[in-house]
């Protein structure tokens, strides 16, 4: 299986975002990625194939492929596409506060982790109007990456971000039953994001999701890679870095202002994440870059 390079597809300015359209889509093979991507259905008919698995797409549909996940197109009657390329992990200003968006969570991380699960009924759908909105914003990220002017990193990266917010926006208004499950989810998931330096409980979680408790600790660690307590701990950890690199406050104040009521309970979870201590961390300007690779 043919797997795409990052470098064989980003500008060599290595700016991580890339507008393809394919109007019509071609037959392309099984193939794989090193970068994430959005899909847009802006025509035709076709079949998206995984290697395991075939759903049907039509116009509107819109889902996101991850790094290292198989795929292809068949049975392509006039197939219309918008394949908006990116790498999170390279974008030259943070997400903000995306992480707050439940549509966000479903969309770009829980629906492709459930896509097989629910047989690609939970994605998302835009209708007409939207799907114009969307075709906008593609447009005019496009014009900055095609143009390069001073600037563009940033016009591009907002750009991008635009698009992302206003898709993800769309999923949180979704009435698929489907949809809906992965919300409730993807609402625990916000509240930790919104509230990381809250004392927040596990049955918390577990009402917010609709789920039972067994059942909603599976789905959480199956798509958040760990349990619902240990991602808060990284939330909470996370913050902690950026305070570290950006205040003066002393290890007690930042512990306490991230939500931990015991400094040295902080300290010992904050090596065990990023392998040295949050003193060591404020002074090792290099090891800020730590942050990132688990974070990603």
Not at 243 to 260: C, P, R
Request: charged fraction near 25%; glycine fraction near 6%; charge should be neutral.
């Amino acid at each position: 299986m043919q797997v795409l390079k990052k470098q064989d597809w980003f500008h060599e300015d290595g700016f991580p975002v890339v507008v393809e359209r394919r109007d019509p889509q071609e037959p392309f093979g099984l193939h794989a990625h090193e970068f994430s991507e959005i899909v847009i259905i802006t025509g035709g008919r076709g079949e998206h194939i995984t290697g395991e698995d075939s759903y049907k797409l039509v116009t509107g549909d819109t889902f996101i492929i991850g790094p290292a996940r198989p795929h292809d197109y068949l049975n392509m009657d006039q197939l219309r596409l918008i394949n908006v390329l990116f790498d999170a992990a390279d974008l030259p200003m943070t997400l903000g506060d995306l992480q707050s968006l439940s549509g966000y969570h479903a969309l770009f991380t829980l629906e492709p982790a459930w896509r097989k699960r629910h047989g690609f009924s939970s994605r998302l759908q835009l209708s007409p109007p939207e799907l114009v909105r969307a075709i906008s914003l593609v447009d005019q990220l496009d014009e900055e990456l095609l143009h390069r002017g001073p600037g563009f990193e940033v016009m591009a990266t907002t750009t991008l971000l635009q698009l992302v917010t206003f898709l993800s926006r769309c999923y949180s208004q979704s009435r698929n039953p489907q949809s809906k499950s992965l919300l409730r989810i993807a609402e625990a998931i916000s509240l930790l994001e919104r509230h990381y330096a809250d004392p927040i409980t596990l049955d918390e979680l577990v009402e917010i999701s609709g789920m039972s408790r067994r059942n909603f600790l599976r789905a959480f660690e199956s798509t958040m890679g760990c349990p619902p307590i240990a991602y808060l701990i990284r939330l909470r950890i996370r913050q902690a870095c950026k305070l570290l690199a950006q205040s003066e406050k002393n290890i007690t104040e930042i512990a306490m202002a991230v939500g931990f009521t015991d400094s040295n309970y902080f300290s010992r979870q904050f090596r065990t994440l990023m392998n040295l201590s949050p003193r060591e961390y404020r002074n090792n300007q290099p090891a800020r870059q730590g942050l990132r690779n688990w974070t990603a």
